[in-house]
């Protein structure tokens, strides 16, 4: 198999052909290292004649705990050796979860936060811990959430890199393992590769790779992000820069009318042409005289910030009077990605640029401080405009606290500290870590990080369907349901997937189809139905990803329930964890759904 899951229990098949002069009694042994034992004899025999071949199979069980699998397997007879060997990677049976503890050290011996007991499967706990004096260190979480975050439309291959133009440097204290190898300007250099096989003729940008159809926010942020890579030295081409520019000058054109989105739009589209120096004054002006009343307090900002960069101070202080109240918003699946949590960093940014020293700047970004910290289900735009924000105004108010300090486990000294970033990693899974301050320590200089990473234990996964419905269906080739999710070798095997959203439209939605590991893809996404004529109706997604060990659809949902259909084929005899089904709405992850896991069997 590709991959096997902790837990696993599998045959591994050898084939050995006799090509010595004579017939022969071959001894075929199996050697096994890592995260496996075998569960059969280590030797076989077989005979066989000569110019013929024989098959021995080998079991296996994975381990409980993830890693790897070396196996080597050696076959004598007749005076003639042979070799091989393979590497079996072990995943966990449950999708990894993180959890991120942040704060400040609020005293001079300070215990730090530990997940509770029994959160995650024993042996499989990592933790580290960063202390620092940069506030920023409280959104490390987002950091990690965007450089690991798994797929790449036009708004997550955007937030991926916007941030690392500003965060620089930072951004390799917050997160050293993440940039190691790869530094942040390789993000940003990466995501200009990427959106380039984006940009459609008309110079904005489609939702995948290589589409057809323009995605109008999506289109803003890129050019948005272009932009700032360009204004801070980063290599941006020059001919697809400004056909994007040119395509944001067409959407900021003035319009009799607007809808909300497209009123949204078209303020976006002003600030970044002024951010680019192109600055479209006219329809700034009539915007302003015409459909202030309109404006959500995100577009106030954004028009006030492009007034400041044309050098209108009195525009910029009627625009932006009364930007600190209150404004509740729904956050959007689709459309403008409209979301609280994305509006008030935009807020913040457009302050930093058009009055930085305004009195109300530290208020508002100690408030979008403490909501990004406390919301537990964001997205990638929303984690890269608070990144960025906030970024850029601890930036302007650099940390000049000084102490030090040591990390202690269970009373013991791990190692020490000073006002610098410090990242403590690989620590024991077990145990109490205290932060011991010098004396002449200041509460609250210090800001900790401690960040748990594991496979959560089986006990505590709960199946849910919290805004739409899941379900997940094994077949055989003829459409019925296998008994006992269980098929012979050799066999296809009908994957059927059904969703539906139970509290209304939907879009950009991701349906997560893991594989047991007896199982290999043949086709992904049936385009016919010629083989399989019992499929009446297939549902056709946005995009499609296809893995070894899973298969990804991203999906828009209305009214009707969808169904999509995978065809793998049973290559390896066994039983196999079958990791849950999952499906999550990118642009409102509170709209969830997760099968419960099983297991699957080949014989």
Known sequence: ????????????????????PKSGTFEVTADVTGNASLTTDKTQRITME?????????????????GGIAVSFRAASNGARAVAAADIPVFPSLPDATDELSGTVAEKSFALPAPPPGRFQSGSMQRDVIISPLPILQLRSRLDYLVRYPYGCVEQTTSTAFPMIYLGEIASELDPESFRTKPAAAYVREAMRRLGTMQTASGGFAMWPYGSDVNVWGSIYATHFLTEA??????????????????????????????????????????VLARAQRPDLGTMDYIREKHAASLTFESRALLGAAYGAVGNPSAVNALLADIEREENVTRQTGGN??????????????????????????????????????????????????????????????????????????????????????????LPSNGTLTV????????????FTVRVRGTPEESTFR????????????????????????????????IRTEIESTSGPMENVIIQIPLPAGLEVENPRLSTTESLPWIQSIASPQ??????????????????????????????????????????????????????SATFGVR
């Open 337 to 426: 990605y409209d979301s609280m949590l994305r509006n008030r960093p935009l807020v913040v940014m457009a302050l930093l640029d058009a009055a930085p020293n305004d009195p109300r700047l530290p208020r508002l970004a100690d408030r979008l401080a403490r909501e990004v910290v406390a919301e537990r289900h964001y997205t990638t735009q929303e984690s890269a405009m608070a990144l960025l924000a906030l970024g850029q105004f601890f930036q302007m108010r650099k940390a000049n606290a000084t102490y030090k300090g040591t990390l202690l486990h269970d009373g013991k000294a791990i190692g020490t500290f000073d006002s610098k970033t410090t990242r403590f990693p690989k």
């Open 463 to 494: 199946a849910s369907a919290d805004g739409m419905r899941l379900t997940r269906t094994f077949m055989d080739r003829d459409g019925l349901p296998l008994a006992k999710n269980d098929i012979s070798q050799g066999e296809i095997v009908v």
């Open 1 to 20: 198999p590709r991959f096997v899951s902790t837990g696993d229990t599998f045959s591994l098949p050898v084939t050995i052909r006799n090509d010595t």
């Open 436 to 447: 011991q301050m010098e004396n002449g320590y200041v509460p609250h200089a210090a800001y």
């Open 50 to 66: 000569k110019s013929r071949e024989a098959t021995v199979r080998f079991a296996l069980r994975a381990a409980p705990e993830r």
């Open 543 to 596: 995009h499609a990803d296809i893995r070894d060990d899973r298969v990804l659809f991203f999906v828009d949902l209305g009214s009707e329930k969808l169904a999509f259909y995978t065809v793998a084929r049973a290559i390896t005899p066994g039983r196999f964890r079958l990791p849950p089904a999952q499906a999550e709405a990118m642009y409102a992850p509170a709209f969830r759904a997760t099968e419960a």
């Open 230 to 271: 360009k204004r801070a030295g980063q290599g941006v081409e020059t001919l697809p820069f400004n056909r994007a520019l040119e395509f944001v000058q067409q959407l900021a054109k003035a319009r009799a009318e607007y809808d909300g989105g497209g009123l949204q739009q078209s303020v976006y589209a002003l600030y």
